[in-house]
């Protein structure tokens, strides 16, 4: 990095991993990964023109064919889907854990005529925090690969459940990050996701147990994410085990794909009970 990039990362607050950044692996250092700065290049990442363009309307589109209205948008990031779902006619309630980007949400929506619904919650004690229950729950941006330990994603997969309503669906995507750690495809094109044509995001470190990925802005600004490498059929296993009974998994918002292929894996996971054994690992 050069000389000029350490003092604009200096003057926006420098992420902190200590002297070995492969050891830091707790589900509570996220929040010390978004900083400032980062926050505020993250729309540079999204581009959010060009994200609305790739993923068209297929979020909208499941939370009506579910009849949801209410919507808890659990980790929304800067902004982008809680502004297009409430532009849509849905009531959003956004949440983050992450301070800086809570702000940057607010003020995304606001410059769009919004005024944002926000609470600052860690999805741990997301029931505590939470007032009322949701149709849905959308958990977006690979937010979840931010929880380190089983017992915490069952927590937190536990609070989404009781929080949605009898008949509710949560909406939550991953990296395809079996194709990564079995190295087939390559590394992620970013064709739907992490539209902006500056930035460059790639794994710089991956084991079974960490995804450390590095973005890298046009300007030399560098960042970094550790991340927990979920697997596609584990993810889908604890969904069922805590009590979602259908679990429908999209590979790049199609329903038939190659499970090497997509970059991102989408699961709509029913509360609502049925008769049917649906449980399958594909």
């Not at 990095?1 to 926006?12: D, H």
């Not at 909406?171 to 495809?185: F, K, T, V």
């Not at 927990?228 to 009974?245: A, C, D, I, T």
Request: aromatic share 14%.
């Amino acid at each position: 990095m050069s000389n000029e990039s350490k003092i604009k990362q200096t003057e926006t607050e420098q992420q902190e991993f200590g002297a070995d950044p492969l050891q830091v692996r707790e589900s509570d250092h996220y929040q010390d990964e978004y900083v400032k700065g980062f926050a505020e290049r993250w729309d540079n990442l999204i581009d959010w023109d060009a994200r609305a363009e790739s993923e068209g309307h297929f979020f909208i589109d499941v939370l009506r064919e579910h009849g949801a209205e209410h919507v808890l948008d659990s980790a929304t990031g800067t902004g982008f889907h809680s502004v297009r779902l409430i532009e849509s006619g849905f009531e959003v309630v956004s949440v983050d854990g992450a301070p800086h980007m809570l702000v940057k949400a607010f003020e995304n929506a606001r410059q769009r005529g919004i005024i944002m619904r926000t609470v600052h919650s860690d999805w741990r004690w997301l029931d505590r925090d939470i007032v009322g229950r949701y149709d849905a729950i959308i958990c977006l941006g690979n937010s979840f690969t931010h929880l380190f330990s089983e017992r915490q994603r069952r927590r937190v997969l536990a609070e989404f459940y009781s929080v949605l309503k009898h008949d509710g669906i949560l909406i939550l995507d991953q990296r395809n990050y079996d194709a990564l750690l079995d190295n087939e495809g390559g590394g992620p094109s970013h064709q739907y996701y992490y539209c902006g044509d500056d930035v460059k995001a790639e794994p710089e470190h991956l084991d079974e147990g960490l995804a450390r990925f590095r973005y890298t802005f046009a300007d030399g600004e560098v960042f970094h994410l550790n991340m927990f490498p979920l697997r596609k059929n584990y993810s889908r296993r604890l969904m069922h085990e805590v009590g979602f009974q259908k679990v429908d998994t999209y590979g790049d918002f199609q329903e038939s794909y190659e499970h090497y292929d997509p970059d991102f894996f989408i699961h709509v996971a029913h509360k609502a009970y049925t008769d049917e054994e649906d449980y399958t690992d594909e």
